[in-house]
């Protein structure tokens, strides 16, 4: 739901360089729960970043215990 709501979200900014109402009303008429995930992401975006920082690193450690790690995959 989260992720339908991000892809959703972007892709009007292709019609909608912007958060204006007319966005919003956008987005709403293709999502109607968009305020749910919207808030969602207000309240816990910040742990979806650590989460992407932890699992990048597991990835980055495990290629280079490995041996299997190339500078240039990055």
Do not use: M
Request: glycine share 4%; charged share 20%.
């Amino acid at each position: 739901n989260i992720i339908d709501y991000i892809i959703i979200h972007e892709l009007f900014h292709l019609v909608e360089f912007n958060h204006s109402d007319h966005f919003w009303k956008l987005v709403g008429d293709a999502f109607p729960t968009y305020k749910y995930c919207r808030d969602w992401l207000k309240k816990n975006g910040a742990y979806l970043q650590v989460i992407s920082l932890i699992v990048d690193f597991n990835h980055v450690t495990n290629l280079f215990v490995s041996g299997n790690f190339d500078i240039y995959q990055f």
